[in-house]
């Protein structure tokens, strides 16, 4: 269910909402082959009149699933947003649409989840990386197998 907030409430008093997005609610395929968003977002807001517009404050959090660009190792990433804002224009150029009385919160939540998501996500901050052939055959680098035969005195 999108998260909704009804503009006339917002008139006597400030909106809280709690609740949970799933993937398919906020339109994220998988787009990204390193990144996938399995589970729900959870989100906790409270959404303010202000000027003539609608200030939504709060908190997202979901896990993703990754792939290490590194070395394919799967791993899961926390996304936390402890201090997401929006700022919904009601008037001028820039106005969201309202519909039946409510605004959708759900696209201004999706840009910042795809914002968060990591960019070139790595399981540690030291990943090698696959390991190469010959490393895998435990012979080493060649090049050093040649260097090695060097006799010097």
């Known amino acids: 269910m999108p998260a909704l907030i009804n503009v006339h409430q917002l008139d006597r008093q400030d909106v809280e909402l709690e609740g949970e997005l799933t993937p398919e609610e906020l339109q994220l395929d998988d787009r990204n082959d390193l990144v996938h968003l399995r589970g729900p977002v959870h989100y906790e807001v409270t959404a303010q009149k202000m000027d003539g517009n609608i200030l939504a404050q709060g908190s997202l959090q979901a ?3 990754c792939e290490c660009a590194r070395c394919l190792k799967r791993f899961e990433h926390r996304l936390e947003l402890p201090d997401w804002t929006a700022l919904i ?3 001028g150029p820039e106005k969201v649409a309202v519909k039946d009385d409510s ?3 759900t696209p201004l ?3 910042d989840i795809l914002l968060e998501f990591p960019q070139h996500p790595l399981c540690e901050s030291d990943c090698a990386g696959l390991p190469s052939r ?3 055959a435990g012979e080493g680098s060649p090049a050093w197998s040649a260097l090695n035969k060097l006799k010097l005195k």
Request: proline share 0%.
């Open 63 to 65: 896990t993703v699933e």
């Open 89 to 91: 224009e009601l008037q």
């Open 103 to 105: 605004v959708d919160l």
């Open 109 to 111: 939540m999706r840009e």
């Open 134 to 136: 010959h490393e895998e």
